[in-house]
């Protein structure tokens, strides 16, 4: 009984960590932030292009974390996209909110070779593939996936857009914590407190950054004002916990960019 009785504690001190991580302190509730995950359940949270109210698919909730599970290969991601038998190539995982101006935090951990992404700024879910719509904070293992090796695939980077201005990556196996902050036209990143991207989406920079990339062709691209926060399927193992969101003031400018 009694080594039965300390297996329990030892069992729930060790989840301990995992479901503070979900919690928002006195400090944090006085500046406004917002828990967007609870830890145990996907409320506020769907399927991208899932109707309302239907059961998410492809992710579970594990030790107070948002956990990835439909892991294959690479070629087996690539190949479901044009597998007429698969309904659901994608199951990414979408806020049912949208936010304008906000800083979020996220913590995140990444499998062995794993790739995955924050989206940001979806405006909607019409789009067959949302990578299509909104700008991304790269997910990845930097050292044994073949991203690794590109520059601005990496993780923390804005994705096929603009590099970190360092690695502030952490191993495999331990949490990282992203902040994306996004106020008006501008964007910024940090990862595990480092300052590692930051853009104006209406300067000559951007406009470069966009036309260089697998983007160029999409019209008004990453220019949304508002949108939802998106978490990737990417066919690999991840896990995400802590999400928490702070609003900012509303911008007074009409347009995006007025000067345009």
Request: net charge negative.
């Amino acid at each position: 009984m009694k080594l039965r009785w300390l297996a329990a504690l030892t069992l729930w001190l060790c989840s301990l960590p995992a479901f503070a991580a979900n919690t928002l302190s006195d400090e944090e509730v006085a500046q406004g932030w917002q828990l967007l995950f609870d830890g145990h359940s996907f409320a506020g949270w769907r399927n991208y292009s899932a109707e309302p109210g239907a059961p998410v698919e492809g992710w579970e909730i594990e030790n107070g974390s948002l956990k990835m599970v439909r892991a294959v290969s690479e070629f087996r991601y690539a190949l479901n996209f044009i597998n007429p038998f698969v309904e659901h190539p994608l199951l990414d995982l979408m806020t049912e909110q949208t936010f304008e101006n906000f800083e979020l935090s996220i913590d995140w951990k990444i499998s062995e070779g794993g790739n995955s992404g924050i989206f940001y700024l979806i405006p909607d879910d019409n789009e067959d593939l949302p990578w299509r719509l909104g700008v991304e904070m790269q997910v990845l293992d930097n050292k044994r996936h073949s991203d690794g090796a590109i520059r601005t695939h990496r993780a923390g980077d804005l994705y096929d857009l603009v590099s970190s201005s360092e690695d502030a990556a952490l191993p495999v196996g331990e949490w990282n914590t992203a902040r994306i902050r996004v106020e008006g036209s501008r964007l910024t990143h940090w990862l595990n407190d480092v300052k590692v991207v930051e853009i104006d989406r209406c300067s000559e920079r951007w406009r470069k950054a966009v036309a260089q990339s697998k983007f160029t062709k999409r019209e008004n691209y990453g220019m949304a004002r508002r949108g939802h926060i998106l978490l990737q399927d990417h066919g690999d193992l991840v896990w995400y916990r802590a999400i928490k969101l702070k609003p900012l003031p509303a911008s007074d400018d009409e347009l995006l960019c007025p000067s345009r």
